[in-house]
């Protein structure tokens, strides 16, 4: 029992100031329960709004593709400079140290390599291993348009009904394979699908037209792949554009790992994502990082 002698009485009830309920701003948040939105600010900065997504789960079907040869090497250097880490269990257990604090992003889905049909998905990470990795979101592929494109939506479903029941947000990631179309017509259909079927937010790929009509058809927070490697600059006017026309952030992997200094494009990135820094600037501060020791 606590000890109440030396105690004294209540005074501070400050009666004449209204109390503060302070409102989560990220898009189509409103509703969700408190974990969700507390694991959706270690993704999204709580000032910005915005995302530097490190993506490094390329292995799951690729294997250790260029600049993810050792990730130990390549990419937890980099930790510092990321909002969040996309990544699997395999790598965020055998490589990431545990120390890193932010938000992240465990790749739960899974199964063909580049080698089979790739919308031949499943799940690929259980629930209660998401809980026991503490991670901030479970991203899952959605093939709309794939082969098994029900299958890959069923799986996105199911996910979203265990990260609501544990308060774990799910990130759809919208597909675009060989044969599938990379249009705004296609990225509305994609991303608004699996934002309609619970994903508390989405990550599609920029197009040069129309694409603030995807983000504005989309009723939660868009964050764009960075694709494959382009020159860096170039990698930050895609960057730079996305943001300016509704993006929540960006996904990059290969522009960053694969970047002649990946420590330098990261903040670079940043720069554009979260200060609005014209892409020649940030290449300029590119340039700047690169050439110190």
Known sequence: ??????????????????FKNEAFALRGSNSLDWGIKNRLSNIFRPDTGRTVMLAIDH?????PTTGLERVD?????????????????????STIPPTF?????LR??????????????????????????????VAVQVFVGGEFETQSIENMTRLVDMGNRYGIPVLGVTAVG??????A?????????????????????????????????????????????????????????????????????RNIFQAENPKAMIQ????????NMKPEKAFDYYQTLRTEK
């Open 185 to 253: 017509k296609y990225m509305r259909l994609a991303s608004r699908i699996c934002a309609e079927l619970g994903a508390s937010y989405v990550k599609t790929y920029f197009v040069d037209e129309d694409f603030d009509t995807v983000t504005s058809a989309c009723p939660v927070p868009i964050v764009i792949a960075g694709g494959k490697k382009r020159p860096e600059l170039d990698a930050l006017r895609l960057a730079y554009q996305a943001v300016q026309q509704g993006a929540a952030g960006v996904d990059m992997g």
């Open 73 to 93: 090497l390549s990419i937890v250097p980099l930790l510092p400079y990321a909002d969040t880490l996309m990544c699997t269990r395999g790598i965020l257990r």
């Open 178 to 183: 060989k044969n599938m179309s990379r249009d």
């Open 108 to 137: 739960a889905s899974g199964g063909p390599s580049i080698l089979k049909e790739l919308s031949n998905e499943r799940i690929a990470a259980d629930i209660e291993d998401a809980i026991r990795l503490n991670v901030a979101a």
């Open 1 to 18: 029992m606590a000890d109440l002698e030396g105690t004294k009485e209540e005074h501070e009830f400050h009666t004449n100031v209204p």
């Open 101 to 105: 604090t932010k938000g992240i992003v």
């Open 268 to 275: 670079a990135v940043a720069k554009v994502v979260h200060e």
């Open 59 to 63: 292995g799951y079907f690729m294997g």
